[in-house]
Structure formats: C-alpha cells, structure tokens
C-alpha cells in the first residue's frame, strides 16, 4: 500500500496553478482600445487648454492695467473697472460654470462606455475568456484610465487657476472656498473627475448600456456635487469657533439657505466662510472657516472622493465577477 | 480526461429555463458536436464551460476538474463566441498584439502565415472585414493561442459553403497537430456528420442523448415489422421513437446486442435519423413542471 502514502504527482495540478498573465501587458492593452478616447480626451482638454491660456494673457493683461490705473477715481479707470467686472467677470462666469460641469462630462463620455461597450457589441465574450482572466483585465484597465484622466484634468485645472486668479482679487464675493471656485482648483478637480470616470464605469456595467450609463452618470454627479456643496463641505472637521468679532468686523453675517452659511457681501478675499453665530450673553460667537484652512479641505475633499473611486472600481470588479449573463 | 464534465447543471432566466438538468461528460481528443435547434441551449452551456454564465444549479468543471474561469481553464480553453465578436475599430494586427499581450502563450508566426494564406490584410480594420474573414480571423486568434481545447459558438453560420470547408479543414488539421479537442456547436448537423468523434443532442434545454457516434450507431437499430406485434416488443425493447403504418410498424430502438424478434427485420439508423428521433422523441420533451426553455442570449 505504498502508492497511498507517496506524495501527489506534480505536474497533474500544474494546469491549475498557472503564472498569471503579467499585470505590465495591461498598458498596452489599454492604449490599443482606447486610444482614441485618450487622444480625444487629451486634444479637447488641450485645445480648452490653449484657450484658457490665451484668455488668461488677456484677463492679465487687463487686471495689472486697472491695479496700476491711478488715479483710481478719473473715469478712465473707472472705465476699465467696470470693464473688468463686466466683459471680462462674464467670461471668467462661463468658464467657471462649465468647469463645474466638465466632471460630469468628462464621466460620462470617458467612463460610460468603458465596460457598457463591451456588453453592448459583445466582445466581452472574447476580453473574459483570455488568459489574463476578467479581474485582471478590469481593474488594470480602470486604475490605467483613472489614472490617466486625473493627470489630464489636474494639469487643466492648474491652467484654469491661474487664468481665474485676477478675480479672486477683484470679486468681494468669491474666495478659494466659494462652492464653485473650491471645486475647480487644487486636487478637486482632478479627483471630481476620477469619481466620474468611476461612477461612468460602474454604471454602464450595471446599465449594459452606454447612453444609458452616460444619462445616469450626469444624474449622480450632479446629485453628489449638490449634496455636496450643500451639506457635506461645511461639516468637514476644519471649523474654528471664535469670539473675536475684529476677524469679521466688515460683516453683518446674512445667513443663507443652500449653503447652511453665506460670504458677507462686503467682505475682502481673504474673508472665512461663516457657517452660524450665535450670541452667549453679550458675547457673539462666530463658527468659520478661514480660508489658510483651504489645502486641508481639498485633501479631505480628494481623500474622500478618491475612497469612492476605489469602491466603485470594486463594486465594478465585483459586477464582472458575478455577471451572469 | 474529461474536458467538459457537468452535473445536473441548469440555467434559468425569469421563468423559463435555458438549459436543465444537464449531465454529461465529454471526453478529451476528437471533436464534440453540440447539435441542437435554435433555442436548444447550446449556447448557454458553451457560455457556463468558458465562465461567462453563471449557473444557476449544478456544476460544471473542465479539462479534467478544473473550475470553469480558473486561471488553468481560461489558459488552455479558447472561446469563439457566437458571431465571433472582434474590437472593430482595431486593425487585424491589433487584434494579434491584443490577444498575445492578454495570454501568456500565442503563436504570432502561426496566426500571421494564416492570416498571409486567407488573404486577409493585417491592416485593414476588423469592422471592415467581411463577415466570413471576422470569423477567420477569431478562429486564427483562438486557434493562435495553442489551447487544448477550443470552444467554438456556431462558427460556421456567417460562412458561405466554400469557406466552411476551409474553415473545418483547418481544424481539424489543428487537432491532428496538437492534438487539441474540439467542441463545436451547429444548428445544421449535415456538416458535422463525417468530422465529429462526439455528439451531443440537445433539445428544448434538455440533454437528449450524448456519446461516442460510433457507438451510438452501433446500439440503435430501426426495427420494422408487424404492427400487432409491435406493443409487446415497444414494452421490452428501449424505444426511442415509434412510428407506426396500418400494419407496419418502425421501432428505433436502442438495443445494443439484442436479438432482433423473429418476423421482424432489423437496418442500421444514419446519425441524422437518430438526432431526428432523439428531438422529436415523446420521452423527452420539456418538464411540464417548469416552463418552457427559451434561447436567451447570453
């Protein structure tokens, strides 16, 4: 009974144990199929690029003219005052509502089709069956994409920041903090972006189709970005509490409604963002956040964005896994 | 060697189910025909043994017991879907470096003289081939990655007679040299008949009957003789379909080594009688129990 107690043959299970398809071979792959999305992407962010340069040079240009317009009371500079506030704060406007957007479409144009394409011409049925096995295939493909549009739309972002830098000065109303300003700078940007390509991604696996996962993934976006200006910015742990009302000494604090906290009207660019006062005797308290507290915001904004782009190529991985049929 | 073992495997979409109840096992070497009507269930079991569908009971394992979409499955099984689907936008030769970058064996000089003898121009993009050359340039994909065994979805239907032929040929000279097994599903089974080893029937989402052909042959026998006598012997003998005239009656039987009743004469069944007769057979018609299969596609 020898045979019993001799060790398992290698080689009988050696098909089961194969060395996996290497994870480098992705890079390649990933560039085949969608270099045309990658060399879209980079072409349209380049081309807003080169326009937000040349405004840029422009709106400069503009902006050093009337802060070294003396005397700042003779109507040629108050000509070019108001020149500057209207023509120029106009386009600035636009630029900044369509960066707002641009997440939304940079989803639902990038992240879409990425897995829905696939369902929809059925060559998922070739891409599954490969060596290289469905996990590997989607989570090489969805970090490479993720990483490659954040880079893309970071490197925009710092071309948009500088460009809108003269009206941060000019407008009373608008600080780094500001909702739509927030959003368009630092890590912001680039991680909105990313959570869209993810949320694009996630969506058109569980909607198997592509202008059903682009319509979804505007919906979402949009929804988060509301809630999030709405009620999540204002709870991240940065609040300082005070009493010393010399900090806010230009302000009768309006409360308004969506932002749970409001810019005083008249406020210098630099000014914090109230969030409630409140009076304790004869003392006023004042909850804020001042705007040095700018940099720890946007990593706890891109910390937290970037946690969700993680869970949703997961939860995507996971729908890959489990499809059936 | 079993390259495709299943156990009592089933796949259900809404209501209806695809395939039921489904045991087999298909052994290695030789091409398998998987043969059935459209709506059969072909295609979902081919899409369970390559791991796209999930079953909904049962098992299914491959290549003597590995779990189907295992890294060891997915390394020696190549698939060829159903209107074998290939990126578009890429070129031919795209769809080469995709496929070799993807597995960690291909045979790029094999794939490249294959694609040079068809015809089929290596920059040209995969959307503007014609349907026949998509579905030579899958094959030569599949058969370029040197599996040992190739699952092929209907791969003959987008094809015109002359390169059907072209396409079996090439094949079965692919088994001949690598000894590769084959399964192979097809509507139509005129084209099979000389090449398959194996045959599977499969009917409204059940397992009609599966085996060696030659041995299939060899065990079912047309009975015809007296109608009268006809009940007595249908109650001893396995019939399979019972066919019968004013005073003639037709037994196919499967009766392998049985004496053939006196009175009665006994002729060999063509295979395409016996897929005929194994479909159309009473016995085994879709449980009434559970509704109705429907080819749905995957």
Request: net charge positive; glycine share 8%.
């Amino acid at each position: 009974m020898t045979v019993l107690t001799l060790p398992a043959q290698p080689g009988q299970d050696a098909g089961h144990a194969v060395r996996p398809v290497p994870w480098r071979r992705m890079i390649w792959v990933t560039w085949a199929q969608h270099r045309a999305m990658l060399i879209g992407l980079t072409a349209v962010l380049g081309a807003v690029a080169i326009f937000l340069f040349a405004m840029g040079l422009y709106v400069h240009h503009n902006f050093s003219a009337l802060m070294a317009c003396r005397p700042q009371a003779s109507p040629a500079c108050q000509a070019l005052n108001s020149s500057f506030n209207s023509t120029d704060w106009t386009i600035a406007n636009t630029l900044d509502i369509l960066m707002n957007l641009a997440p939304a479409l940079i989803g639902a144009f990038t992240g879409a089709a990425v897995m829905a394409r696939e369902l929809e011409t059925g060559t998922f049925r070739y891409a599954w069956t490969q060596g290289i096995g469905r996990v590997r295939w989607t989570i090489a493909k969805l970090v490479l994409l993720g990483v490659a549009i954040a880079i893309l739309t970071w490197a925009l972002s710092q071309v948009f920041t500088w460009f809108f830098a003269p009206f941060l000065q000019q407008q009373d109303t608008l600080t780094v903090l500001s909702a739509t300003v927030f959003d368009t700078r630092g890590i912001a940007f680039a991680a909105w972006c990313l959570m869209s390509f993810t949320v694009g991604a996630f969506l058109g696996m569980l909607l198997r189709r592509v202008i059903a996962a682009m319509a979804a993934t505007l919906g979402v976006y949009l929804g988060l970005a509301v809630v999030t200006w709405v009620c999540l910015r204002q709870d991240y742990p940065v609040a300082l509490v005070t009493s010393n009302a010399s900090l806010f000494n230009y302000a009768i604090n309006r409360q308004s409604g969506a932002g749970g906290g409001s810019f005083p009207s008249t406020a210098p660019n630099n000014s914090p963002w109230v969030l409630s006062t409140w009076n304790v005797g004869r003392t006023v308290w004042w909850r804020y956040i001042p705007v040095s507290r700018f940099w720890p915001m946007q990593f706890i904004e891109g910390g937290w964005l970037l946690v969700l782009s993680v869970l949703l190529i997961a939860a995507t991985v996971w729908l890959v896994r489990r499809r059936a049929a | 060697m079993n390259v495709i073992e299943t156990g009592c495997l089933g796949k259900r979409y809404g209501k209806s189910w695809a395939l039921l109840d489904c045991t087999l096992a298909v052994p290695e070497g030789g091409l398998a025909a998987l043969v059935g009507p459209n709506g059969a269930g072909k295609s979902t079991l081919m899409n369970m043994a390559v791991g796209l569908t999930v079953p909904t009971e049962g098992t299914v394992t491959v290549l003597g017991g590995r779990h189907v979409g295992s890294p060891g499955a997915l390394d020696d099984i190549a698939f060829m879907a159903q209107d074998a689907p290939v990126y578009k936008n890429l070129s031919v030769a795209d769809m080469l470096h995709l496929t070799k970058n993807l597995n960690r064996r291909f045979d790029q000089s094999f794939a490249r003289a294959r694609l040079a003898e068809l015809d089929i121009p290596l920059n040209k993009k995969s959307g503007k081939l014609s349907g026949g050359q998509q579905a030579q340039v899958a094959l030569t994909i599949a058969l370029a990655r040197r599996p040992r065994l190739l699952i092929l979805d209907e791969p003959l239907s987008a094809l015109d007679p002359l390169a059907r032929q072209d396409f079996m040929a090439t094949v079965m000279t692919a088994m001949a040299d690598d000894g590769m097994s084959v399964l192979l599903s097809s509507h139509a089974l005129a084209e099979l008949e000389r090449v398959a080893d194996y045959l599977i029937v499969l009917g409204g989402g059940r397992l009609r009957i599966a085996g060696d052909i030659g041995d299939l042959l060899a065990e079912h026998l047309m009975l015809s003789g007296p109608a009268a006598e006809a009940d007595a012997h249908a109650a001893r003998l396995e019939v399979v379909q019972d066919r019968r005239a004013a005073a003639q009656a037709h037994l196919l039987v499967r009766s392998a080594g049985r004496p053939v009743p006196p009175g009665w004469e006994a002729h060999s069944v063509s295979l395409e009688e016996l897929v005929l007769a194994y479909l159309r057979a009473p016995g085994s018609k879709p449980a009434g129990a559970r509704t109705e299969p429907a080819e749905v596609a995957p």
